[in-house]
């Protein structure tokens, strides 16, 4: 069985993270993901746009679903305009911070994440990858 993948644009705005989580959680659905890999991608793709529209001066982001043929990993993508890489939140967010936990929770729920220059937008790409439960 040949791989899915959906790819999708939106402009980077802080009301663009509703659009992407209900197109992501419409496209899991589709394919019929179980509810708990879902919710998890809904989630990650949140923080993932979250962080780009807030730090990176990104005019647009392009978020991109890939399953497996297999259907057993899914991976998510969020490719911005900013070349300046990402990695492991070095400060850990206080009780009374409002900010700051995005990318810890990406580490905490994806099973592997990282950066890497895009090869699809002039900047870089967030990636997380979720096994996908049955």
Same mark, same amino acid.
Do not use: F
């Given at each position: 069985m040949p791989r899915r993948e959906y790819w999708f644009g939106l402009p980077a705005l802080c009301t /663009?993270?509703? /659009?992407a989580r209900d197109t992501v959680r419409d496209r899991l659905r589709a394919w019929e993901l179980p509810g708990d890999t879902c919710c998890d991608a809904v989630l990650l793709v949140s923080e993932l746009i979250t962080n780009a529209v807030l730090h990176t001066g990104s +005019?647009? !982001?392009?978020?991109g679903l890939t399953l497996t043929g297999d259907e057993r990993r899914l991976r998510i993508?969020?490719?911005d305009e900013c070349s &300046? @890489? #990402? +990695?492991? @939140?070095?400060?850990?967010a206080g009780p +009374?911070?409002?900010?700051g936990r995005g990318?810890?929770? #990406?580490?905490?729920? &994806?099973? /592997?994440?990282?950066c890497a220059r895009s090869t699809r937008a002039e900047g870089? !790409? #967030?990636?997380?990858?979720l096994t996908a439960a049955c």
């Open positions: /663009s993270a509703r /659009s +005019g647009r !982001v392009l978020c993508e969020l490719h &300046a @890489p #990402v +990695g492991p @939140p070095e400060h850990r +009374g911070e409002e900010n990318l810890l929770l #990406v580490q905490q729920i &994806a099973d /592997s994440w990282g870089k !790409v #967030v990636w997380a990858e």
